[in-house]
């Protein structure tokens, strides 16, 4: 008996081994996968990277010059986007999680939310032509892609920011209702900053995903070149994701903007990097801030 016990005990931990042997090289896969991109856009982009790259407008039919009005446009672009999606998607997350009657409305909303999480963004890029462009008669400008945008990375906030919440101990919600703390109250001081870590979580995923389409801003937003810089939210702009599909695919000079093909590439990269570290600073700090 007791060898048939220590046999099934070894058979465990050797099955367990072998999980956790393909668990790592599982990852290391990803991140040798995820380097060597990073490597090679860095050793073919590199070379295009300098002040006047990232700081004057594209010239000769862009083929030289820099990326200025597409860097800002991209910025523009993404902070309108979650400006959008934030407050709709955590407020969206609120209701489902602590005032919607849980049942077959709810369900069905989940399942929405989550159908629209994998639709292609070509979809979205074609509601919002019609929607805010044609419809509402905002013309391809800055609003428009920013509306298109903060609707593509929605579900991703939602779905992140209900998580959140559903991770707040239920005991913190009673403790303060017991106090004669209001419904509300309790959601605003004590579950919103507990679940805020979380939602910042799905925040820097949204910010990832809105920097980097192309298919959205290509109907609702984007212009082929201009050299001046927004002066309203109904001006169209210049990005990056678009940019480069421009020099690729429709550039008159390909092989000439191959460089900057891939400096731009590089400055987008650069440019979802930053943005997501600034979003992680603040989440680390607010997460140092709710232990003290």
């Given amino acids: ?22 668990v790592r090289l599982s990852a290391l896969l990803i991140a040798l996968a995820l380097g060597g991109i990073i490597a090679y ?8 990277i300098s002040w006047d790259f990232l700081t004057l407008p594209p010239t000769d039919s862009m083929t030289k010059g820099g990326i200025m009005p597409a860097i800002l446009g991209t910025l523009y672009l993404t902070i309108g986007a979650i400006a959008v ?9 609120i209701y489902l ?47 428009s892609g920013a509306l298109t945008l903060g609707i593509l990375v929605l579900p991703t906030i939602i779905g992140a920011s209900e998580e959140a919440l559903k991770s707040v101990p239920q005991t ?29 979580t799905g925040s820097i995923l949204g910010i990832g995903r809105a920097a980097g389409e ?9 212009a082929f070149f201009t050299a001046k810089l927004p002066g309203s939210i109904f001006d169209e702009v210049m990005a990056l994701p678009y940019h480069v599909y421009v020099l690729a695919t429709a550039g008159t000079h390909i ?8 400096g731009t590439v590089l400055v987008l990269v650069g440019l979802v990097l930053g943005v997501n570290l600034i979003a992680i600073v603040i989440r680390s700090y607010v997460r140092k801030k709710k232990r003290w």
Avoid at 41 to 48: D, K
Avoid at 103 to 122: D, E, H, Q, T
């Fill in 172 to 200: 913190f919600r009673e403790a303060s209702l017991s106090l004669g703390v209001s419904k509300w109250q309790t959601i605003y001081k004590i579950v919103l900053p507990t679940a805020l870590p979380g939602i910042l």
């Fill in 255 to 262: 092989e000439q903007t191959r460089p900057i093909q891939y």
């Fill in 41 to 48: 856009i860095v050793v073919n982009g590199i070379s295009a």
């Fill in 1 to 22: 008996m007791q060898d048939v016990l220590m046999t099934s005990m070894k058979l465990r931990y050797f099955k367990q081994q072998m999980f956790f042997a393909v």
């Fill in 214 to 222: 192309t298919a959205p801003i290509m109907f609702t937003a984007a």
């Fill in 85 to 93: 999606a934030l407050p709709l998607g955590v407020a969206s997350a």
């Fill in 97 to 143: 999680t602590e005032y919607a009657k849980q049942g077959k409305f709810v369900r069905l909303v989940r399942i929405g939310i989550n159908c629209l999480a994998g639709v292609p963004s070509v979809v979205f890029g074609l509601f919002g032509l019609g929607f805010f462009v044609v419809f509402l008669h905002f013309g391809s400008c800055i609003l």
